[in-house]
């Protein structure tokens, strides 16, 4: 999978170039969904790559997740977390948002 930021417009300042503000859609709830409690060890790049095969698809968790900090790639122990499954869809939703 590219780079999230490779469809970002770079813009620039005197201070040197700076991406776009970074736009992120709103992942509705499915049945498809899958609900995990959380592990010591787990982490939303490690939960990304066992569930889509890509762990730079960790951001698709952390979105889905908002009432979790979202300063850090562990989710706090013992959390109840939404996996969506639908991250194709998601990821198109998040290049319509962004393109430029």
Do not use: C, H
């Not at 813009?11 to 499915?30: A, C, D, M, N, R």
């Not at 995990?36 to 979105?63: C, H, K, M, P």
């Not at 009432?67 to 989710?75: A, F, G, I, M, V």
């Amino acid at each position: 999978m590219a780079n999230r930021y490779s469809n970002i417009k770079v813009l620039f300042s005197p201070q040197g170039p700076y991406y776009k503000t970074t736009l992120y859609p709103e992942v509705p709830l499915s049945e498809s969904d899958i609900y995990v409690i959380t592990d010591e060890g787990d982490r939303y790049d490690l939960l990304a790559d066992q569930y889509y095969g890509d762990s730079t698809l960790w951001w698709i968790i952390s979105i889905s997740n908002l009432s979790l900090p979202q300063n850090s790639l562990y989710p706090p122990i013992g959390s109840q977390i939404r996996i969506p499954l639908d991250y194709v869809g998601i990821v198109q939703s998040f290049n319509q948002l962004n393109r430029f």
